[in-house]
């Protein structure tokens, strides 16, 4: 008779601590906690450049950096927190969450997911080097209009390295909207119609599927710059017969659905975070699905407004203005149902929810002055003052940014295994809120009182220099508030209370495995039925219990 043999379990290579378990990893996991971190540091980078800045500019006739030195940050703090920053950290909630919550064990295509991790490390990387070019780095802003970015005003290699690195972030974006689509339309568990779909995911959907559409357009611009430049063609050069409008419309083609690639993601956190903390159902969940889809599709039809000052014709001025001020709708959809479901709540203010709320009051004041700006004659007036400034960041900083820190609080334990603490994070989430409100709503009146911006310096000027001296206090607020949440990370991480498998009673399904997952993701899953399938098993069981 044989003998029996013995299997020995299958055991890896390298343990999976290692730093070349990380580097070799294709665990969605793995990748998405690579995403975050990496964009939290490039925040922190890109925060330093803007520290730098407002010291700058905290006096009149100031001369703390030079003219040159202030256009480079100026460019790199932009590109950093767009391209860097938020478009990636979002890249990072999507890879860890999007397939727990859609019962999936991994992504569609995990080699795919690994490749766009390092294209995105690697073209941060390129940006930085640029400040080690010879005339130093991309100073042309972060849209880089010609012909200040072409070789006569841009000499020296930064600029190239600029244009390189958005080649390969956008390479690494494309890749990675891709994977999604494919994983959320493929990968769903059983019974997860499209109307049972978490929110947060009905956001990736359309952020990816914007990325899909306007990042060709980008490296269309992108590549002709760089012929400019390097190959004596002139598509933008006007001098020669080139047209610099043509690049304007290829990057605000890719730019203004770009600001909803960067809020959209946060609009899918705060309809998750909003309903647990108030212990209600979202309010309106179809509304505030289709909504998602109608701002994708009108961010293709809004690119002109950013063009307004370039002589477009009147026709075209009041179709982008029309279609601007359309845009609102489905974003005061949105915000509406949000009020609604905290309306009558048993509402929770632990931090999370905090963010969720301020998420919701800057954005709104963001929307609002956007809201003038879409009409072009008070466009034609603040176009190029520090009241775009303020706009921009109340829509990008305290949307995006507050809704990745309201992310971060919501997650961590299933992401990590550990609560952040409360007390630190309530206290990092007030001083933000309050440096930020310090820092960029006096940046209103800055631009109503005619200060442009894209300056180094400012003549002393009315309130020119209180308003800026405010402003940057603001910022150092902000700054010591960030720190608040790094000491809260390393605290955390060293001994931080342990988190039970779903310590916020959510709905969804990332919540029904252990914290942190484990590399399968789920042992099994619950029947779904409706889009809170995790409420729908806890009254399953309580139904069985009183039976």
Do not use: C
């Not at 705060?270 to 309106?284: A, Q, W």
């Amino acid at each position: 008779m044989a003998a029996r043999a013995t299997v020995e379990r299958y055991r890896p290579d390298w343990r999976q601590g290692r730093v070349i378990g990380w580097a070799t990893t294709t665990d969605h996991k793995r990748i998405g906690i690579l995403y975050i971190a990496t964009s939290l540091v490039f925040f922190g980078a890109g925060g330093i450049l803007a520290l730098l800045m407002r010291a700058q500019l905290a006096q009149a006739n100031e001369h703390f950096i030079t003219r040159q030195s202030y256009n480079e940050l100026f460019t790199i703090h932009g590109t950093t927190m767009i391209f860097l920053v938020v478009v990636p950290i979002f890249a990072g909630f999507a890879n860890y969450l999007v397939p727990l919550m859609i019962g999936a064990r991994d992504v569609a295509f995990p080699r795919l997911n690994a490749l766009s991790y390092w294209l995105f490390l690697f073209g941060g990387i390129t940006l930085y080097l640029s400040f080690f070019a010879k005339y130093g780095a991309a100073n042309a802003s972060w849209y880089g209009y010609p012909p200040l970015s072409d070789s006569q005003f841009s000499p020296g290699h930064g600029q190239d390295l600029w244009i390189l690195s958005l080649h390969l972030l956008s390479i690494s974006s494309l890749v990675g909207a891709i994977n999604f689509l494919a994983t959320i339309h493929n990968m769903r568990a059983p019974g997860m119609s499209w109307m049972r779909i978490p929110l947060f995911v009905w956001s990736i959907e359309i952020y990816a599927a914007l990325l899909v559409i306007v990042l060709p357009v980008l490296a269309v611009g992108l590549t002709l710059l760089l012929l400019d430049r390097q190959a004596g063609t002139h598509f933008f050069i006007p001098q020669h017969g080139g047209s610099a409008i043509l690049y304007q419309h290829f990057f605000w083609f890719f730019g203004h659905p770009e600001v909803y690639i960067m809020i959209l993601p946060a609009m899918g956190i705060i309809s998750e975070v909003l309903p647990v903390f108030s212990r209600k159902p979202i309010f309106g969940y179809k509304a505030i699905a289709f909504s998602t889809v109608a701002i994708g599709f009108y961010s293709m039809l809004v690119w002109a407004h950013h063009m307004f000052s370039v002589g477009l014709p009147n026709f075209l001025n009041v179709f982008f203005m029309l279609s601007s001020m359309v845009i609102a709708v489905p974003t005061g959809v949105k915000i509406f149902n949000w009020l609604a479901t905290t309306w009558r709540g048993n509402l929770i203010f632990d931090t999370a929810m905090l963010w969720a709320l301020g998420f919701i009051a800057v954005f709104t004041v963001g929307g609002l002055s956007g809201i003038f700006l879409a009409a072009f004659p008070v466009d034609w007036q603040v176009t190029d003052t520090y009241y775009v400034v303020a706009h921009m960041h109340y829509v990008l900083f305290g949307g995006s940014v507050f809704g990745i820190f309201a992310g971060l609080y919501y997650w961590w334990p299933k992401i990590f295994g550990r609560m952040l603490g409360e007390r630190l994070g309530k206290a990092h989430f007030w001083l933000v809120f309050l440096g930020f409100n310090l820092t960029f709503f006096p940046q209103h009146m800055l631009g109503l009182l005619g200060m442009p911006r894209r300056i180094f310096t400012y003549q002393e000027h009315g309130l020119f220099q209180a308003y800026n001296l405010l402003s940057t206090i603001g910022s150092g607020i902000m700054a010591f508030g960030i720190l608040l949440f790094v000491v809260n990370v390393i605290r955390t991480s060293r001994a931080g209370v342990r988190a039970v498998n779903d310590p916020w009673l959510a709905d969804t399904l990332e919540w029904y495995t252990t914290s942190p997952p484990p590399p399968h993701n789920f042992e099994k899953l619950p029947y779904i039925t409706s889009a809170r399938p995790l409420r729908d098993l806890r009254r399953r069981l309580a139904e069985a219990g009183n039976a």
